[in-house]
């Protein structure tokens, strides 16, 4: 009896070894598989824009590292909040991946009463590029300089009226920091998208507009409106001559919008450095490079924790923003 029971703990052990011998090998296949299966890129906001232009660039850089399709689906609505809630709810296994900005994933958080992710709903994987907010007025504007308009606000408190292309928006916000910044009160006056604002701002129907570089680009190249500042801390490539609002006296004022890649949070750590190697090389392509470049984007790829605080602060400088301007979208 004694010799069966040795005999049977034997074969027991003789078995666990062989089992763990081969889930551990599994195991490490099947992270190194990764993907096997195409990848899907959730942009959340419509076709068109410059979200999706980005998102369709990188899908497309990515495909070739990853060696499998990067599919991009828009899922817009809510200024970015339904798609970005599709990917936080997502299974954590690198398949489904979230075009990340500075809308849906910093100024919602303080706009929105009720958010239905949080910013620990995700993992950041790299912040891709950053584009400032530009402040552009009317050719008959009687402020040609930063330092005139500044004045001039300043002497004539709600006189005059700045556009965005929402309320709420980055453009709309960054206003209200500058106003915070420099003491100025001016009337707010959001359309329903960019197109309108710039129009209306061209035909002088609303004195100065606050936009993204890659919106405002063309009609600025081609004379119809007045560049005033960049809201970047270094002055933008594509806006040479543009001074920055930062170093006209306003140290330190920012106000960008930007984009990343980021995942739901669980995300296995192998599959979160794959990304982010992936991404990396993609932001180095010089076809994609040049492409962000061309219209102001200042390209980035940095890494997870480092976009992760970036995100944290960005969260906390345009909740303060948000908060101060009253804008609510609930």
Same mark, same amino acid.
């Given at each position: 009896?004694?010799?069966? *029971?040795?005999?049977? =703990?034997?074969?027991?052990?003789?078995?666990?070894?062989?089992?763990? !011998?081969?889930?551990?090998?599994? @195991?490490?296949?099947?992270?190194?598989?990764?993907?096997?299966?195409?990848?899907?890129?959730?942009?959340?906001?419509?076709? &068109?824009? $410059?979200?999706?232009?980005?998102?369709?660039?990188?899908?497309?850089?990515?495909?070739?590292?990853?060696?499998?399709?990067?599919?991009?689906?828009? *899922? &817009?609505? @809510?200024? &970015?909040?339904?798609? $970005?809630?599709?990917?936080?709810?997502?299974?954590?296994?690198?398949?489904?991946?979230?075009?990340?900005?500075?809308?849906?994933?910093?100024?919602?958080?303080?706009?929105?009463? !009720?958010?239905?992710?949080?910013?620990?709903?995700?993992?950041?994987?790299?912040?891709?590029?950053?584009?400032?907010?530009?402040?552009?007025?009317? #050719?008959?504007?009687?402020?040609?300089?930063?330092?005139?308009?500044?004045?001039?606000?300043?002497?004539?408190?709600?006189?005059?009226?700045?556009? !965005?292309?929402?309320?709420?928006?980055?453009?709309?916000?960054?206003?209200?920091?500058?106003?915070?910044?420099?003491?100025?009160?001016?009337?707010?006056?959001?359309?329903?998208?960019?197109?309108?604002?710039?129009?209306?701002?061209?035909?002088?129907?609303?004195?100065?507009?606050?936009?993204?570089?890659? #919106?405002?680009?063309?009609?600025?190249?081609?004379?119809?409106?007045?560049?005033?500042?960049?809201?970047?801390?270094? =002055?933008?490539?594509?806006?040479?001559?543009?001074?920055?609002?930062?170093?006209?006296?306003?140290?330190?004022?920012?106000? /960008?919008?930007?984009?990343?890649?980021?995942?739901?949070?669980?995300?296995?750590?192998?599959?979160?450095? *794959?990304?982010?190697?992936?991404?990396?090389?993609?932001?180095?392509?010089? /076809?994609?490079?040049?492409?962000?470049?061309?219209?102001?984007?200042?390209?980035?790829?940095?890494?997870?924790?480092?976009?992760?605080?970036?995100?944290?602060?960005?969260?906390?400088?345009?909740?303060?923003?948000?908060?101060? !301007?009253?804008?609510?979208?609930?």
């Amino acid at each position: 009896m004694k010799h069966r *029971r040795n005999l049977l =703990r034997s074969l027991v052990s003789v078995v666990a070894l062989s089992i763990g !011998s081969w889930v551990v090998p599994a @195991a490490a296949q099947a992270q190194g598989a990764y993907p096997d299966k195409p990848v899907r890129l959730i942009v959340p906001f419509p076709p &068109g824009g $410059s979200t999706d232009a980005v998102g369709r660039l990188l899908a497309a850089e990515l495909g070739k590292d990853l060696g499998q399709t990067v599919i991009v689906e828009n *899922r &817009g609505g @809510a200024n &970015g909040n339904i798609g $970005s809630d599709a990917v936080a709810k997502s299974a954590p296994d690198g398949y489904t991946l979230l075009l990340s900005g500075v809308g849906s994933n910093a100024i919602s958080y303080a706009l929105y009463q !009720s958010m239905p992710y949080q910013d620990s709903d995700f993992v950041h994987i790299s912040l891709l590029a950053t584009g400032p907010n530009v402040l552009v007025a009317n #050719n008959d504007f009687p402020a040609k300089t930063f330092a005139d308009f500044i004045k001039l606000a300043k002497e004539n408190p709600g006189k005059y009226t700045h556009a !965005s292309s929402a309320n709420g928006s980055s453009g709309h916000l960054a206003m209200e920091m500058l106003k915070q910044a420099a003491g100025i009160d001016l009337v707010h006056v959001p359309y329903k998208g960019g197109a309108a604002a710039i129009t209306d701002t061209i035909g002088g129907r609303v004195n100065v507009l606050f936009l993204n570089q890659d #919106n405002l680009l063309p009609q600025v190249q081609a004379g119809l409106r007045l560049a005033l500042a960049v809201a970047s801390a270094k =002055r933008n490539p594509a806006y040479p001559d543009v001074p920055t609002i930062a170093e006209s006296g306003y140290p330190g004022f920012a106000a /960008e919008s930007w984009f990343g890649l980021s995942a739901p949070k669980g995300t296995p750590a192998p599959v979160v450095d *794959r990304l982010h190697k992936a991404t990396v090389k993609a932001l180095a392509q010089p /076809e994609l490079k040049s492409k962000l470049e061309a219209v102001g984007f200042v390209v980035v790829g940095n890494d997870p924790q480092a976009f992760s605080q970036f995100v944290s602060a960005e969260i906390d400088k345009w909740g303060k923003a948000a908060r101060a !301007s009253g804008a609510r979208m609930d």
